[in-house]
DNA sequence: CTGAAAGCGCTTACAG
DNA sequence: CTGAAAGCGCTTACAG
C-alpha cells in the first residue's frame, strides 16, 4: 500500500502539502493539487484511517450502542444511522448491551480506546451516573426513547403520549364500547406515557374502570396471557389499545385461538409500526414511530455535536402517525 | 487520559516494559509487572487501540458486510458475529451493500483504510473479479451462504438441498398427496438448491408436474401473488412447500384470505427459521437454517485465518433441522 | 529480564 | 502558497 510519503515524492512536493489536498484545508496551488491528485491517482493511494485518526485525534467514526439486535426496530435503526453516518464520512460500530449495565459500560469504554468521536444510545440501562461520566469524558452522545433524564443529555424520542391518544380515539371512532389497555413494563418510560395517553382519552367516560389495565411485558407471549386475562376480567370488551406491536401479535394470536372475531368482536391497536403488524391476518392497525427518522435525526445531531455546532441538551419528540388497518375495520 | 509513557514514568520502568505487561509478551518480571499493572490501575490507564493499531498493523477489528440489515437473517446473524468477536477481542464494523457491487466495494474500500483484520460477507453482490482481488490484497475474508465459487474463498452456508428434502419428505408423512414448491429467484444459489431438494423427493411421484413450480421474489408479497397462482392452477394441492419463510407467511395470509384452511385443506412448510414464523395463527412449520451458528462458525474461522491458522480455502455445509409446527398438522 | 531507538502514516502548528 | 519538524501513542526488533 502507498503511503503519503509515496505520494509527496512522485508528486514532487512535501508531505504537508499532499496533506493539504487530501483535507482540502489550507491554501494549494491548483496546479499543485493536480499534480498530487495525479500521483494519488497512479499510486491508487488510500490515506490510512488509523493514521489520520492517531495525529488528528478523530476518529471519523461512531459507535451505536443498542439493548439488543433483536430488538425489531433495530434493523431500520441501523439502517438510518449507517446512512446518515456514511453521507458525513463516517463509519459505524456496532455493539449490544442486552440490557445489561455491565456490558453496556464495557463497550463504553472499548470505543473510548477507539477513539470513536460519539456515541448514539439506543439502551434501556444508561443510568444518570454513566451519563454524568459520559458528560465529563467530553464524548459526544445521544440518547434514543428513553433517557436517565431530559437534563443531562440529548433525547430524540417519540411522542409516545400523543400517540396513545391516537390510537384510542381511533378505535372510540371505529365505535367501540369498551377498550382495554395491555401495558408494558413501568420501568420503561415509553410504557408510562402510553398508559397515560390511554387514561387521557378513557378516565372520564362512563364504562372506565381500572381493571380495563392488563399487564403485559412488550413480548409476544406477554400479550398471548395478557389477552387471556382480559378477556377472562372483561367478556365483552369490544377493543384493546394494545402497548406495542410485538404484544399486539400475541394478542391477535391468542383471541383468534379462543375463537373470538377480529375486528367484529375485538379491534385491536398496537404501538411502534414494526413490519410484523403487516404480516399478519387480519393486519394489524398501528401507532407507527418514525423509525429512520429517529436513528437519522439522533445521527445528524450526534455529527453536529462532534463538530462543535450542537447547542446545549435538547429533548427531541417526533410525532407519529396511526395506520388504519384491517384489525379495526368495523364496517 | 493516560498514555503508556505516564505508566512507565510513574512505575518507573521504560516504555517497552508497559507494554510488554500489557501485551502479555516476551519476559518480565513479576514484581516489575505488578508495580506497572499499579500504575495502570491508579491512572486508570487504557492503551489506544488507535495507537496500536498503527503501531502494530493489527487493528483487532473486523467488518461484517451485509446485504440489507432488513433481511430477517441479519440479527440474529449479527449477534453471533458480535458475541465471538468480542471473545477475542474483536470489535465489529457493519455495512450494508444493498446489493449494490458499488456500495459494497465502497465499504472494502473504507474498511481497508481503517485496517480491518478481517471480513465476513453476508451479500448477494460479491463477484469473482472482487473475491480474486481481495485475496491477492491478502485480507483474510469468509463468505456466508453465497459465494461466487467455492474455490477462491472460504464458505460457511446451510445445507439447503437437504433441508429442502426435509421439508417435502414432512408433507409426505403428514398425509399430503399433491404438493407444490414456490421458489426464490433462480438466480440465488440458495434458491436453487431448494428446489433441487424438493425435485428429488417428489420427480417420480406420480402426481408430479412442472407446473406445480410456482416462481416467488423471496419476499412477503411475493408469496400472497404466488399463492393465488397456486391455487389458480392446482385447486387441489393440500401441501405446499415455499422457498423461504418471509414468502411463506405471505402465503398463509392469502390462503386465509381465500378461506382456505390451513392446514386442513393445504399444509405449508417453509425455510429459514426466522422469529416471525411463530407470530402467525397458526404458526407455520419450518426448516431452520442454525443462524446463530452460521455467524458463530463464520467468526471463528476468520480469526483462525487473521492469526495464519487456517487452512486453504473450505466449505462448511451446516446441518438444517424440521421445526413441525400447526402449519402441517393435519389430524 | 529491561531499555533506547526507530517507526507505523498521518496532522498540525510554525516559519518562511 | 509550501516545507521541515514535532508529535499522536503505541509496537518491535535490537542490544545488553
Redesign the pocket.
Known amino acids: ?1 502507498a ?3 509515496d505520494v509527496a515524492q512522485l508528486s514532487g ?5 499532499v ?2 489536498v ?2 482540502k ?5 491548483q496546479e ?1 493539487e493536480h499534480k498530487v491528485n495525479l500521483a494519488i491517482q497512479t499510486l491508487q493511494y488510500e ?2 484511517a488509523v ?2 485518526g ?3 485525534k478523530r476518529s471519523r467514526t461512531i459507535a451505536l450502542i443498542l439493548s439488543n439486535m433483536m430488538n425489531p426496530f433495530f434493523p431500520e435503526l441501523a439502517r438510518a444511522v449507517e446512512e446518515v453516518a456514511r453521507t458525513f464520512g463516517y463509519t459505524v460500530f456496532f455493539g449490544s448491551s442486552d440490557d445489561q449495565a455491565d456490558k453496556e459500560q464495557a463497550y463504553i469504554e472499548i470505543f473510548r480506546q477507539r477513539y470513536v468521536d460519539g456515541i448514539i444510545f439506543s439502551s434501556h440501562t444508561l443510568g444518570m451516573e454513566e451519563a454524568l461520566r459520559l458528560n465529563s469524558s467530553h464524548i459526544p452522545y445521544i440518547v434514543l426513547d428513553r433517557a436517565p433524564s431530559d437534563e443531562v443529555c440529548s433525547v430524540v424520542r417519540s411522542n409516545n403520549r400523543a400517540g396513545a391518544r391516537l390510537a384510542v380515539q381511533h378505535l372510540l371512532d371505529r365505535g367501540c364500547s369498551k377498550i382495554a389497555h395491555i401495558y408494558g413494563p413501568q420501568g420503561i418510560r415509553t410504557a408510562q406515557e402510553r398508559l397515560r395517553g390511554y387514561e387521557d382519552i378513557v378516565k372520564h367516560l362512563p364504562w372506565y374502570s381500572p381493571s380495563l389495565l392488563i399487564p403485559g411485558n412488550f413480548l409476544l407471549d406477554g400479550g398471548i396471557t395478557a389477552a387471556e386475562q382480559m378477556m377472562e376480567r372483561h367478556p365483552d370488551v369490544d377493543g384493546v389499545f394494545v402497548g406495542n406491536d410485538l404484544m399486539a401479535v400475541g394478542v391477535l394470536k391468542s383471541l383468534l385461538r379462543m375463537g373470538i372475531q377480529v375486528p367484529e368482536q375485538v379491534a385491536i391497536c398496537g404501538f411502534d409500526g414494526i413490519q410484523l403488524t403487516e404480516a399478519t391476518e387480519p393486519e394489524i392497525t398501528t401507532v407507527a414511530q418514525p423509525i429512520y427518522e429517529l436513528g437519522a435525526l439522533a445521527t445528524r445531531l450526534l455529527i453536529q455535536k462532534i463538530n462543535g455546532e450542537a447547542v446545549a441538551n435538547s429533548l427531541h419528540e417526533l410525532d407519529v402517525t396511526l395506520i388504519p388497518r384491517a384489525s379495526t375495520r368495523k364496517d
Open positions: 500500500m503511503t503519503i510519503r512536493v512535501s508531505v504537508s502539502t496533506s493539504r487530501l483535507n484545508s489550507g491554501y494549494v496551488n499543485t490515506p490510512s493514521a489520520r492517531l495525529a488528528s
